[in-house]
T-cell receptor, first 111, second 114 residues
Framework: NAGVTQTPKFRILKIGQSMTLQCTQDMNHNYMYWYRQDPGMGLKLIYYSVGAGITDKGEVPNGYNVSRSTTEDFPLRLELAAPSQTSVYFC??????????FGDGTRLSIL | AQKITQTQPGMFVQEKEAVTLDCTYDTSDPSYGLFWYKQPSSGEMIFLIY??????QNATEGRYSLNFQKARKSANLVISASQLGDSAMYFCAMREGLGNQFYFGTGTSLTVIP
């Protein structure tokens, strides 16, 4: 099984550009999450979803948007990239009572 | 207040020795789950071990065990017989009741010395 798949793995953006980080899972999990991890730090929750059509803000949602049109996919959108958004982004999924399964991360640099 | 606190930014352990990584948590919900993840230098997050608040026994998974002290609200990870490949960041996390969010600590960097 592929588990949680994130694309791209690496990306460099210019300030003001936009992009979408893709996340898909094949485990039929209803819960999905986006985190960012700054160098030497822990994970901060950006957005999460408890099912298709339902999303909610986490700790650091500003500058990001999400959608959940299917159970499998949970893309994260950056509309106007800023240097402060340089980070590693992790997508995760789970179901009730289980640990989160993480993707391999997307390393994003904004210059 | 922080939901998860990891007070050891960095730890060193001699190869083949045991090491304990500390984690304390804060919740008033009687039902919760505690998780430990390993993040090697390659960056991926690897699930190690889980402890439910109602579990009677401490969780064990191979060389990993969780020293769960409910009254003290601590869930320390014990790694026995450390190996060089254990060098990584370790994160403690909690999920409260039927809540949707996981709360992560700031992590502990473990270095295993040959």
């Amino acid at each position: 099984n592929a588990g949680v798949t994130q694309t791209p793995k690496f990306r460099i953006l210019k300030i003001g550009q936009s992009m979408t980080l893709q996340c898909t899972q094949d485990m039929n999990h209803n819960y999905m999450y986006w985190y960012r991890q700054d160098p030497g730090m822990g994970l901060k929750l950006i957005y999460y979803s408890v099912g298709a059509g339902i999303t909610d803000k986490g700790e650091v949602p500003n500058g990001y948007n999400v959608s959940r049109s299917t159970t499998e996919d949970f893309p994260l959108r950056l509309e106007l990239a800023a240097p402060s958004q340089t980070s590693v982004y992790f997508c995760a999924s789970t179901r009730q009572g289980e640990p989160q399964h993480f993707g391999d991360g997307t390393r994003l640099s904004i210059l | 207040a922080q939901k998860i606190t990891q007070t050891q930014p960095g730890m060193f352990v001699q190869e083949k020795e045991a090491v304990t990584l500390d984690c304390t948590y804060d919740t008033s919900d009687p039902s919760y789950g505690l998780f430990w993840y390993k993040q090697p230098s390659s960056g991926e997050m690897i699930f190690l071990i889980y402890q439910g608040s109602y579990d009677q026994q401490n969780a064990t998974e191979g060389r990993y065990s969780l020293n769960f002290q409910k009254a003290r609200k601590s869930a320390n990870l014990v790694i026995s017989a450390s190996q060089l490949g254990d060098s990584a960041m370790y994160f403690c996390a909690m999920r409260e009741g039927l809540g949707n969010q996981f709360y992560f600590g700031t992590g502990t960097s473990l270095t295993v010395i040959p």
